[in-house]
């Protein structure tokens, strides 16, 4: 009978588009075999487990939820007002159908049976309001009991009896870190082109990148190590997946959320928050989203947030369609204990035990903008900006106590924003305040030093207060940090220390690099060694710095170079260009002095290159001759692309001229026999004159 409702839909839409359907012969279509019809998919070990999980979203009533616990009142003289409260009531969550509440008479007594269908545009407007309304008190005596109507489904596949779970022998697991025990002491690393995805030992002494993995159509957006490296994780249209091992790369579990655009790891690699938004059926509306938190080993949804874009809009920038990403930011210790997010004038703190509000409520601070958890400790600090009389504040605060441990009032403030030292050591807040002519501003530092009792701030500035600050950057395990400061193209670059000579809790200037061109830094892992980098439009300029010695190592170049990535060990480093041109995409790996290792390009993977440091006049010629041969092939590739191009053009140009005279005839009835096809015309050069200045002087003539 579908089959039969099918052909009649589509017979319909054919009349109506004015498509003669019958001469079609379906017999004479075929299709690929199989349910893909031929098209590969991105996941090929899929299981049932997976299709079970997604039957929610896919048996056509997601839209649908019931609403238990309504009054029982008379059908003819109440029912019609009680239809009237529940819709004012769900309407102003999402858009309800045209007829879409239902609510059952008994036909004996001839009353509501106290409960009601709503039908709602979307799914996702649907669970929300399920999220929103289960427990809703309408009076004292009837509160909401919402189900989803799918929920119905699964609850009658419960079996009457129970029956013992089936038993699985107990299978050892891959070690998931045995690439920490590589006998070369290598590091992996992940590279996407196209739709092939890599996994590569970074093998510096070899001077090449040894392949540990690779797959087609891994992921259908990009992937991502988890922060300690146990997995690597991709996203599908089903959900997202994590993938680990030394050399197999399986894969662990799977996180069932359709349509997951982002996901963030918790530091310690427990949780997995995955986010997607959906378009409103209501144009007027904002984006739903939804985001869960997964636990990573079991795959099972610890906690749900549903709502607005607007509602998970406000902190941070860096999102998608107005949503701060990540919307939630975990404590940064590794035990995950504690994560939290921003709302309008409160921070909601959330423990990982029962995942649910510290004390059951939110924290109320009035205006706050934005917040920034310390990487080792539970604290955080928060900056709430000027408004009216009330000078603007940065505060610490302990959780879960919540109790403020530190407040700095700033007046005139224009922007600020907060850096922490990668082991909570201290706290740099970069405050941009207003001058007395309110025209411009200036910039400053509150150094708060975290250890020291009473958390003592200093006030930093620099020598010339007017310089605009480019970057900002501490030393990863370290005392000092490093600016760049002053007017592009050539800015200066200085370095300071937390500490001095005296301990006199003053901060140290250690030197000054004039007219660098960077616009961005990148510190090693393990601190002393610094990269000065320009970026995108300082076309790939590159300084090795060493901060111990305050001596340059190495300056190179990777030209359009947009990415810059040191590896966990501070031993290399590599640089990227993505999405330039064809000819320059791909990789430099580097070693931390600036000697450059070895080029994997784009187009070129896996190009060898020979270690000749020594003997360099012995191997020049040989190198020379090889150089040459490879630029003739490539020249040679060149010209017969650009050959086969000229080819297709000229193919085309026939084509249309062929054509053109064709329909020669046609044309000249619509211009009633005159032939215009090539206008005559004359060509002629005109002369202009342009008195650019006219002078008068007076000259005497002595005789």
Same mark, same amino acid.
Request: aromatic letters at 12%; charged letters at 30%; a negative charge.
């Given at each position: 009978?579908?089959?039969?409702?099918?052909?009649?839909?589509?017979?319909?839409?054919?009349?109506?588009?004015?498509?003669?359907?019958?001469?079609?012969?379906?017999?004479?279509?075929?299709?690929?075999?199989?349910?893909?019809?031929?098209? #590969?998919?991105?996941?090929?070990?899929?299981?049932?487990?997976?299709?079970?999980?997604?039957?929610?979203?896919?048996?056509?009533?997601?839209?649908?939820?019931?609403?238990?616990?309504?009054?029982?009142?008379?059908? *003819?003289?109440?029912?019609?007002?009680?239809?009237?409260?529940?819709?004012?009531?769900?309407?102003?969550?999402?858009?309800?159908?045209?007829?879409?509440?239902?609510?059952?008479?008994?036909?004996?007594?001839?009353?509501?049976?106290?409960?009601?269908?709503?039908?709602?545009?979307? +799914?996702?407007?649907?669970?929300?309001?399920?999220?929103?309304?289960?427990?809703?008190?309408? @009076?004292?005596?009837?509160?909401?009991?919402?189900?989803?109507?799918?929920?119905? @489904?699964?609850?009658?596949?419960?079996?009457?009896?129970?029956? +013992?779970?089936?038993?699985?022998?107990?299978?050892?697991?891959?070690?998931?870190?045995?690439?920490?025990?590589?006998?070369?002491? /290598?590091?992996?690393?992940?590279?996407?082109? !196209?739709?092939?995805?890599?996994?590569?030992?970074?093998?510096?002494?070899?001077?090449?990148?040894?392949?540990?993995?690779?797959?087609?159509?891994?992921?259908?957006?990009?992937?991502? &190590?988890? #922060?300690? !490296?146990?997995?690597?994780?991709?996203?599908?249209?089903?959900?997202?997946?994590? &993938?680990?091992?030394?050399?197999?790369?399986?894969?662990?579990?799977?996180?069932?959320?359709?349509?997951?655009?982002?996901?963030?790891?918790?530091?310690?690699?427990?949780?997995?928050?995955?986010?997607?938004?959906?378009?409103?059926?209501?144009?007027?509306?904002?984006?739903?989203?939804?985001?869960?938190?997964?636990?990573?080993?079991?795959?099972?949804?610890?906690?749900?947030?549903?709502?607005?874009?607007?509602?998970?809009?406000?902190?941070?920038?860096?999102?998608?369609?107005?949503?701060?990403?990540?919307?939630?930011?975990?404590? !940064?210790?590794?035990? @995950?204990?504690?994560?939290?997010?921003?709302?309008?004038?409160?921070?909601?703190?959330?423990?990982?035990?029962?995942?649910?509000?510290?004390?059951?409520?939110?924290?109320?601070?009035?205006?706050?903008?934005?917040?920034?958890?310390?990487?080792?400790?539970?604290?955080?600090?928060?900056?709430?900006?000027?408004?009216?009389?009330?000078?603007?504040?940065?505060?610490?605060?302990?959780?879960?106590?919540? @109790?403020?441990?530190?407040?700095?009032?700033?007046?005139?403030?224009?922007?600020?924003?907060?850096?922490?030292?990668?082991?909570?050591?201290?706290?740099?807040?970069?405050?941009? /305040?207003?001058?007395?002519? *309110?025209?411009?501003?200036?910039?400053?530092?509150?150094?708060?030093?975290? /250890?020291? /009792?009473?958390? #003592?701030?200093?006030?930093?500035?620099?020598?010339?207060?007017?310089?605009?600050?480019?970057?900002?950057?501490?030393? +990863?395990?370290?005392?000092?940090?490093?600016?760049?400061?002053?007017?592009?193209?050539?800015?200066?670059?200085?370095?300071?220390?937390?500490?001095?000579?005296?301990?006199?809790?003053?901060?140290?200037?250690?030197?000054?690099?004039?007219?660098?061109?960077?616009?961005?830094?990148?510190?090693?892992?393990?601190?002393?060694?610094?990269?000065?980098?320009?970026?995108?439009?300082?076309?790939?300029?590159?300084?090795?710095?060493?901060?111990?010695?305050?001596?340059?190592?190495?300056?190179?170049?990777?030209?359009?170079?947009?990415?810059?990535?040191?590896?966990?060990?501070?031993?290399?480093?590599?640089?990227?260009?993505?999405?330039?041109?064809?000819?320059?995409?791909?990789?430099?790996?580097?070693?931390?002095?600036?000697?450059?290792?070895?080029?994997?390009?784009?187009?070129?993977?896996?190009?060898?290159?020979?270690?000749?440091?020594?003997?360099?006049?012995?191997?020049?010629?040989?190198?020379?001759?090889?150089?040459?041969?490879?630029?003739?092939?490539?020249?040679?590739?060149?010209?017969?692309?650009?050959?086969?191009?000229?080819?297709?053009?000229?193919?085309?140009?026939?084509? &249309?001229?062929?054509?053109?005279?064709?329909?020669?005839?046609?044309?000249?009835?619509?211009?009633?026999?005159?032939?215009?096809?090539?206008?005559?015309?004359?060509?002629?050069?005109?002369?202009?004159?342009?008195?650019?200045?006219?002078?008068?002087?007076?000259?005497?003539?002595?005789?």
């Amino acid at each position: 009978m579908a089959d039969v409702m099918v052909m009649k839909d589509i017979e319909t839409t054919a009349s109506f588009l004015g498509i003669d359907f019958f001469p079609l012969d379906l017999n004479s279509i075929h299709l690929p075999p199989g349910q893909d019809f031929g098209i #590969p998919s991105d996941d090929e070990e899929g299981d049932k487990n997976l299709n079970k999980d997604l039957e929610l979203y896919s048996n056509g009533f997601g839209n649908i939820i019931i609403v238990d616990n309504l009054p029982e009142v008379d059908a *003819k003289t109440k029912k019609e007002k009680l239809e009237h409260v529940i819709h004012r009531i769900y309407s102003q969550i999402g858009v309800i159908k045209e007829n879409g509440l239902c609510m059952p008479v008994d036909p004996q007594t001839q009353s509501t049976l106290g409960y009601c269908f709503i039908e709602f545009n979307t +799914p996702e407007e649907a669970e929300l309001a399920k999220e929103r309304t289960n427990g809703y008190k309408l @009076d004292k005596r009837h509160i909401f009991a919402v189900n989803m109507f799918d929920d119905f @489904d699964i609850f009658m596949k419960v079996p009457d009896q129970w029956a +013992p779970p089936e038993f699985k022998p107990y299978t050892p697991g891959e070690n998931l870190q045995q690439w920490l025990t590589d006998e070369k002491a /290598r590091d992996q690393f992940v590279i996407r082109a !196209g739709s092939d995805t890599e996994v590569l030992w970074n093998d510096a002494m070899q001077l090449k990148a040894e392949p540990v993995y690779e797959r087609a159509f891994w992921t259908e957006s990009f992937v991502r &190590w988890s #922060p300690l !490296g146990t997995y690597l994780a991709t996203l599908h249209r089903q959900g997202a997946a994590v &993938w680990g091992g030394a050399s197999t790369f399986n894969r662990l579990m799977r996180y069932a959320h359709p349509q997951v655009k982002l996901i963030d790891f918790s530091p310690g690699e427990k949780y997995l928050v995955t986010y997607s938004s959906h378009e409103p059926s209501n144009p007027c509306g904002a984006n739903m989203v939804l985001i869960n938190i997964f636990d990573v080993r079991t795959g099972k949804v610890m906690r749900g947030f549903k709502g607005s874009a607007d509602d998970f809009g406000i902190g941070a920038t860096g999102g998608v369609k107005g949503v701060s990403w990540p919307v939630f930011r975990w404590a !940064g210790d590794k035990e @995950d204990k504690y994560f939290a997010r921003i709302g309008k004038n409160i921070i909601s703190v959330y423990e990982t035990e029962t995942f649910s509000l510290i004390d059951k409520k939110s924290l109320k601070v009035e205006n706050v903008v934005d917040f920034s958890w310390s990487p080792t400790d539970p604290i955080f600090a928060l900056f709430v900006p000027e408004l009216g009389d009330h000078p603007a504040r940065v505060s610490l605060m302990q959780i879960p106590s919540k @109790d403020e441990l530190r407040q700095k009032n700033l007046f005139s403030v224009s922007e600020c924003k907060m850096y922490w030292q990668s082991n909570g050591d201290y706290l740099a807040v970069k405050v941009d /305040r207003y001058t007395k002519t *309110k025209k411009s501003t200036c910039t400053g530092f509150e150094l708060f030093r975290i /250890r020291e /009792r009473d958390i #003592p701030i200093e006030v930093f500035e620099l020598e010339n207060k007017n310089d605009k600050i480019i970057a900002f950057a501490w030393e +990863p395990k370290g005392h000092r940090f490093a600016i760049i400061h002053g007017d592009n193209p050539r800015p200066d670059i200085s370095f300071y220390s937390m500490r001095s000579v005296n301990n006199t809790d003053k901060v140290k200037k250690l030197t000054t690099l004039k007219g660098k061109q960077a616009n961005t830094l990148f510190w090693s892992p393990a601190g002393r060694f610094i990269i000065l980098a320009g970026l995108k439009g300082f076309n790939g300029q590159l300084e090795f710095y060493d901060v111990d010695e305050l001596e340059t190592m190495a300056t190179a170049e990777h030209f359009m170079a947009t990415d810059i990535e040191w590896d966990p060990t501070g031993r290399y480093v590599g640089t990227a260009v993505t999405s330039v041109h064809e000819m320059e995409n791909g990789f430099n790996i580097w070693s931390f002095n600036g000697r450059l290792l070895y080029r994997i390009l784009k187009d070129h993977f896996f190009q060898k290159e020979e270690e000749i440091a020594k003997n360099l006049k012995k191997y020049s010629m040989k190198y020379k001759v090889e150089d040459q041969d490879v630029s003739m092939l490539l020249s040679e590739q060149d010209r017969d692309k650009r050959r086969m191009l000229k080819d297709e053009w000229d193919k085309w140009v026939n084509e &249309w001229k062929h054509l053109h005279e064709v329909e020669k005839l046609e044309r000249l009835e619509l211009r009633d026999g005159e032939a215009s096809d090539e206008e005559e015309c004359e060509a002629k050069e005109v002369e202009v004159e342009e008195i650019l200045d006219v002078s008068e002087e007076v000259l005497s003539f002595e005789e």
